[in-house]
């Protein structure tokens, strides 16, 4: 080639990346086809870490149309509909420039839901910052906040909920993972592929600047001090552009003109032309020049890698690239043609006449995965699995239940989601904050179902039992989404880590991984996408952040109007607890915010009930047996019982001696975070039928109290003293205010 | 002790894009016949009045207070601290 | 009755398909749903014209300002002065008052966020296009959803506004009460929609058409009916 | 033809307030020790290049297209054009 080459040792692959490419190659690299491979090779790109791990995660089943491996999952929800959903990680970018690195994190995520053919219709977000009164915390959650909400509502899709975790270790590296979910009819699934020769690749929208270059390989290194200077351009996102876009791309796949269709994410164009041409077998040829560039001075290097926002890759048939460019017209968006599909199985790049990039598209596309070891962490030796701490006396307990739901991991998100619009479309009949999940219909795709979104982490448990921590995410993502009556049909998670080259954040990777799969078998729901995010690592105080797998669970429900949300409705309703209650208070809210320790057992998943737990919950929800619901999780029984309580303005009276229970300890009773557990309310009649349909699994379904009209919050034990007895006003006044206060410094309503 | 006026002005780096300005510039200047405007970049303005022993003072705690106090963020944005004479 | 009326799309209108699914859905109207550029050249044949919700061309500048400007608006606003009902949702409203077809601005909340909450309003007048089958006072739950829904006016044009009876809804408590903190956004006097003196030009900031079936309210009410059905109401009427 | 550069400043009248303004000033200035503040107003700037025939005319095509295409909303905000030297 015509090209001046690069020496081999300049070039930042492995030994193995080299010797793989260079087996097939032969000769030396142009500057372009250096840039394109690093970009390809680096561990956002290519997985190359987590791909030997990630198998062990089931990914089959029967309404999974498309796995991993795709943009996005796709699954069956029948009424000839597909529900495409995934998640990503935007820490790094967010981390140093909150508001822009949340805003293109949203961007993105928009657009692999859009590349499948899908009308993104909702978003999900969950934050990991240090502790809330810390000014920094303060600093990166009002900005994050405003990154999500300046462009989520901007390009007008709905916001169907969220999780906030706070924990030191976040402090410095904060993790920012958002989802979306979009329906389309399945006749119109968009695939990533180039198939035949001929075909035009098309690239929509905005200009290729130099924001973003090395953006994948910055995702993949440790963020230092020198991060700031390391990145190119920052990011910026243009939400206005990408209504525009997504309104574009819609009316092309139905006009039947789109043969393949790809977003430019991580690595740009070249991530397009070369996973198109390999998923398609073809061979991708594109001229340079035609790529509309914003600084005049790029170099080719540059324009090839560069991660610029809001376009995206279209393979159209010659004969349809006018009708396309009508369309794109009358939104007035700018696109190229940039080139053809062949069948050489290559990547060329001319520049000029010349040819500066002739790469196998599989060498970009497949690199070697890197062997990580991965080495037991001494960490969780030192961690007391048996701990208890010493039983409090009954005076204390109204204070701990009152620390409690004023901590930073308990108190109302309501300051995050009112700065979003959780109801355009008029989709979302379950809202932030009214229910576990939540619930979109689908009354504007001609059907009556529902969609039920969550997203769930629990870094605590994670980080103190690696293998429970990661079943118990799965579990109670999808306890949340059986809380509202939908079945769990599938799921899709971020996998956020350390460094993965220390053998013992690998090792904790491993066991995440392990307690996800082993779950998701247990509860036989498929796993249809994910992301890894690795290097997540305080420079400042060298730790790793505690490892964070979220998961976004979907679930369907057949006839939304019953979904159900977790209000407790009339007084002298009964109060059933279903499940039952073990001694697992390790990484509890009682356990760190109380007695400030991290021992402690974390609780364990039962295998052998969980996926009947779910179904029976879904089942009595569906027949209509139960006025409220929602599930226990962080803060145990009496933050899910006052949860109920505060969404209503009524009371309760708990006897918890009749919960059943390993222990007869009144602190554990309260607060201890076993998984597989509910609270519904019923009316008198239908108190034997929930009862019985739990029965048949062995599932007990305790009655453990009633509804209240006076609004206190009343628990006993066994007798008619109350070990509890606080007023639902103050409660509620400093647990949906206290997020307000930090951040505005002031009660404002 | 005197008081001063100071002007700070905070816009999007050089290279970073500019989605507002562009906006601007596009689909209301252009359009609407103004075909001279070659480029608009958009930012935002704090006119801080302070009292300050002079004039170099006035600046100094400007720039010591834009930096201390966050009032950009340099990843993102440049800061042009003005005096108004 | 047929019902004559165009739904208004502009470049990256976000609510637009929304307004339209309830008119169609919920009101049963037959409406027609057009790009600026079409409307524009078929303008004349419309009873009753709706600027929709959200966002419009990013709201970049000023929300609403840029839509303003476009042609269609030269022709909403001869519509207007035959008398027209023009109705104008949240960023509809802005582009009402940044074409002058009602007096005031709406700018930054007080609040300095976004903010999507559900709101009471108070109907202050029955005389307009948007509430003529309400009784002045009645309470209404509908939500808002925008970041620069802070009306403002001069003493001057507030007091004008106020003596025309110009002033459509306030936010209020749920039974109606006007406190400081029913306000959303720091509106003045409250102010959540107003109108033109004749009435046909009516805006608010609140989204109705979010607030019309029961399925998509927290409370279970259909309240953003009362919008749609004074519209049918005063259609009818003309 | 010569290339000029004006600064459009739009910030709000006198008698609408200006909370973004008085939050920075009271819950960031003032509470971090910056007490020598005794205002803050905030607005947007944008920052046109366009081509004209000299000064005069550069100033002058910016006066006429804020107030055209109002670049501000006369009933909230103010406008001062200025020319860059
Ligand atoms: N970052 C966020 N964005 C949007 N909504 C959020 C966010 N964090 C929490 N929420 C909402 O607040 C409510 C309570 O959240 P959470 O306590 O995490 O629920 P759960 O314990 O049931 O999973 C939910 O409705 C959730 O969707
Ligand atoms: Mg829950």
């Known amino acids: 080639m015509a090209q001046e080459t690069i020496q081999q040792d300049e070039i930042n692959l492995t030994a193995e990346e080299k010797a793989a490419v260079f087996k097939v190659l032969q000769r030396d690299l142009t500057l372009p086809e250096a840039a394109m491979l690093e970009v390809m090779n680096s561990e956002h790109c290519s997985y190359k870490s987590s791909r030997p791990i990630l198998p062990l995660l089931p990914t089959e089943g029967p309404r999974v149309i498309c796995g991993p491996g795709e943009d996005a999952g796709v699954v069956d929800i029948g009424d000839g509909l597909a529900l495409v959903f995934k998640l990503e990680s935007h820490n790094h970018p967010s981390a140093l420039d909150p508001y822009n690195g949340a805003a293109t994190g949203v961007g993105g995520i928009i657009r692999d839901i859009l590349c499948m053919g899908a009308r993104p219709i909702g978003l999900l977000d969950s934050f990991r910052f240090g502790k809330l009164s810390d000014p920094h915390t303060k600093w990166l959650l009002k900005h994050v906040t405003k990154g999500v909400g300046g462009y989520g509502n901007c390009v007008g899709i709905a916001n169907a909920g969220g999780e906030i975790e706070f924990d030191p270790s976040f402090q410095i590296n904060c993790l920012i993972n958002v989802g979306c979910f979009g329906i389309m009819r399945k006749d119109e699934l968009a695939l990533s592929t180039a198939t035949t020769p001929g075909d035009r690749l098309i690239l929509l929208g905005g200009s290729t600047g130099r924001d973003g270059i090395g953006g994948a390989s910055f995702a993949s290194k440790d963020i230092t001090e020198e991060s700031e200077s390391d990145r190119g351009a920052v990011q910026i996102g243009d939400p206005y552009m990408k209504k525009l876009i997504i309104e574009a791309t819609l009316e092309a796949i139905k006009s039947g003109v789109v043969e393949g269709l790809k977003d430019l994410g991580a690595a740009g164009v070249t991530c397009s032309i070369s996973e198109t041409a390999d998923a398609g077998g073809t061979g991708t040829e594109i001229d340079l020049e035609k790529i509309r560039i914003r600084e005049d001075d790029m170099e080719p290097w540059e324009i090839l890698v560069s991660e610029s926002q809001e376009r995206m890759f279209f393979v159209v048939k010659p004969e349809n690239v006018s009708k396309i460019g009508a369309i794109f017209a009358k939104y007035e968006l700018p696109y190229e043609d940039l080139g053809v599909v062949t069948d050489s199985g290559k990547c060329v790049v001319n520049h000029k006449g010349k040819p500066i990039v002739d790469l196998p598209a599989h060498l970009l596309t497949k690199p070697p995965a890197a062997n990580r070891t991965a080495e037991y962490p001494d960490y969780l030796d030192k961690l007391d699995r048996k701990w208890l701490p010493k039983e409090p006396e009954t005076k204390e307990l109204n204070d701990i239940c009152r620390k409690i739901m004023a901590s930073d991991n308990i108190i109302s998100r309501e300051w995050v989601y009112r700065q979003y619009d959780t109801e355009v479309g008029l989709y979302s009949t379950i809202k932030s904050g009214q229910g576990d999940g939540g619930v979109f219909r689908l009354t504007e795709f001609g059907s009556k179902k529902g969609i039920a979104a969550t997203f769930d982490g629990n870094s605590h448990h994670c980080y103190l039992d690696p293998y429970n921590g990661g079943a118990g ?257 103050e409660i509620k006044q400093k647990w949906k205010f206290r997020m307000e206060e930090e951040m505005e410094g002031k009660i404002q309503k | 002790m005197p008081k001063f006026s100071v002007e700070i002005i905070i816009e999007g780096k050089k290279n970073a894009r500019d989605p507002e300005g562009e906006t601007i510039m596009r689909d209301l200047m252009i359009k609407h016949g103004y075909d001279m405007v070659e480029s608009v970049r958009s930012g935002k303005i704090l006119k801080v009045n302070l009292e300050a022993k002079d004039e170099n003072a006035a600046e100094e705690i400007c720039l010591k207070m834009v930096n201390e106090l966050r009032i950009y963020n340099p990843v993102a944005h440049m800061c042009v601290i003005k005096l108004v004479k | 009755m047929p019902m004559n009326v165009v739904v208004i799309q502009f470049s990256g209108s976000t609510c637009d398909r929304d307004l339209v699914n309830a008119m169609r859905n919920v009101m049963e109207w037959d409406v027609d749903f057009l790009w600026h550029e079409k409307a524009m050249k078929n303008l004349e044949k419309y009873d009753a014209i709706f600027l929709p919700g959200g966002f419009t061309y990013g709201d970049h500048l000023r929300a609403g300002i840029i839509a303003a400007f476009t042609p269609v608006m030269g022709k909403v606003k001869e519509r207007a002065k035959e008398g027209v009902p023009v109705l104008g949702i949240c960023n509809g409203f802005q582009i009402l008052v940044e074409s002058e077809l009602l007096p005031g601005a709406l700018i930054g909340n007080e609040t300095l966020r976004f903010s999507c909450k559900w709101t009471n309003l108070r109907v202050e007048t029955e005389r307009s296009a948007a509430t003529n089958i309400a009784k002045k006072g009645d309470v209404w739950k509908v939500p808002i959803a925008h970041g620069e829904g802070r009306y403002f006016l001069d003493k001057k044009g507030l007091k004008d506004l106020n003596e025309n009876d110009q002033i459509v809804w306030r936010y209020t408590t749920e039974t109606g009460e006007l406190t400081k903190e029913a306000n959303p956004n720091g509106s003045i006097e409250n102010i959540a929609g107003i109108c033109n003196l004749e009435g046909n030009v009516v805006g608010l900031m609140p989204h109705p058409e979010r607030a019309a079936e029961s399925t998509l309210s927290p409370w279970e009410t259909e309240d953003g009916k009362f919008y749609f059905q004074s519209i049918e109401k005063f259609l009818r009427r003309s």
């Not at chain 1, 971020?494 to 509860?523: M, Q, S, Y």
């Not at chain 1, 996408?529 to 305080?538: K, T």
């Not at chain 1, 027949?623 to 969404?647: C, P």
């Open chain 1, 473 to 729: 995410v799965l579990m109670e993502a999808c306890s949340n989404v059986a809380a509202v009556g939908a079945e769990p049909i599938a799921f899709t998670d971020c996998l956020n880590f350390g460094n993965p080259e220390h053998p013992k954040v690998f090792w904790t990777f491993e066991k995440v991984v392990e307690g996800i799969a082993d779950a998701a078998k247990a509860l036989d729901i498929p796993c249809v996408g994910g992301n890894v995010s690795f290097y997540n690592h305080d420079q400042v105080n060298n730790v790793a952040v505690k490892p964070s797998p979220v998961i976004f669970a979907a679930g369907l429900i057949d006839d939304v109007s019953k979904a159900m949300n977790n209000k407790f409705k009339a007084p002298k309703q009964h109060i059933i607890l279903i499940g039952e209650t073990r001694t697992e208070i390790g990484g509890s809210e009682y356990t760190r915010v109380i007695h400030q320790t991290e021992n402690g057992q974390v609780p364990k998943v039962d295998f052998t009930t969980a996926k009947n737990t779910l179904a029976d919950m879904v089942s009595i929800i569906n027949s209509e047996l139960v006025t409220a619901s929602h599930d226990l999780s962080k803060g145990g029984l009496f933050v899910t019982l006052t949860e109920m309580a505060m969404a209503s303005n009524l009371g309760y009276n708990i006897d918890i001696h009749r919960m059943p229970a390993d222990t007869e300890r009144v602190d554990i009773r309260l607060f201890s975070e076993t998984h597989g557990r509910f609270l519904v309310t019923v009316i008198n009649e239908n108190l034997g039928k929930v009862v019985a349909q739990f029965a048949q699994h062995q599932i007990p379904a305790t009655l453990i109290g009633t509804v209240t009209e006076d609004k206190k919050l009343l628990i006993s034990n066994g007798n008619d003293t109350n070990i509890i007895e606080l007023p639902l006003e």
